[in-house]
């Protein structure tokens, strides 16, 4: 499964991001997929995650009713929606598809990475 995230960029705090990964493949459905990132000197960390068919979703404490994770299955899609940004989600985000869970062992592969840098 290759994965390509897209959508990062520069935006002003209190703004909003949209964030892309797409996954060309009959088998994407399968996938639990999850959303992390990597601030520079920081661990990678889980933001969230979403099941395969796309009812039940994860999120991280920090991003709880600013960020949303949807799929759509039919364009093999996974999006993040993120609200309200803060200097401190400046970050590089990475998308991964695997089994469920919130750590980088539960996951087999993995996009490139898209900086997202909110200035304040």
């Known amino acids: 499964v290759q994965l390509q995230a897209s959508g990062g960029g520069l935006v002003q705090a209190g703004g909003s991001l949209r964030l892309s990964c797409a996954a060309p493949g009959r088998t994407f459905s399968m996938y639990f997929m999850g959303w992390f990132r990597q601030a520079p000197g920081k661990e990678r960390e889980f933001v969230t995650g979403i099941s395969g068919s796309g009812g039940n979703t994860y999120y991280a404490d920090s991003v709880k009713g600013r960020f949303t994770i949807s799929r759509d299955n039919l364009k093999n899609t996974v999006y993040l929606q993120m609200n309200s940004l803060k200097p401190e989600d400046t970050a590089v985000y990475y998308c991964?598809?695997?089994?469920?869970?919130?750590?980088?062992?539960?996951?087999?592969?993995w996009g490139q990475g898209t900086l997202v840098t909110v200035s304040s």
């Open positions: 991964a598809a695997g089994r469920t869970g919130a750590i980088t062992s539960d996951y087999d592969y």
